[in-house]
């Protein structure tokens, strides 16, 4: 664990995460992190976001195990959007 620095609020409300604790954890430009408060004490928590890319392919999955188990076809798929784009 890295030694404690100072850092100040700027007037837009941001804080400046030293580099000796950027580097220690391995923070890159863009990384998202969820804030919490209670009291004195502020906690940010790295939130690692899913790419869309990611989202599709575990919803795909999940998609073809579930019409697995469920026994249905592609032909069923595509039937039942065509009924449903008739109504």
């Known amino acids: ?7 100040k609020l700027s007037s837009k409300g941001q804080i400046v995460i030293p580099q000796s604790v950027r580097d220690e954890l391995g923070l890159k430009e863009g990384e998202t992190f969820a804030v ?3 009291e004195d004490t ?5 939130v690692a976001m899913p790419s869309a890319k990611e989202v599709f392919a575990q919803v795909h999955s999940w ?6 188990k469920k026994g249905l076809k592609e032909a069923d798929l ?3 959007i ?3 784009r008739a109504r």
Do not use: I, N
């Open 42 to 46: 502020v906690v940010l928590k790295k």
């Open 82 to 84: 065509k009924r449903s």
């Open 78 to 80: 595509q039937a039942t």
């Open 1 to 7: 664990m890295s030694d404690v620095e100072l850092t």
């Open 36 to 38: 919490m408060g209670s």
């Open 63 to 68: 998609g073809t195990k579930f019409s697995a």
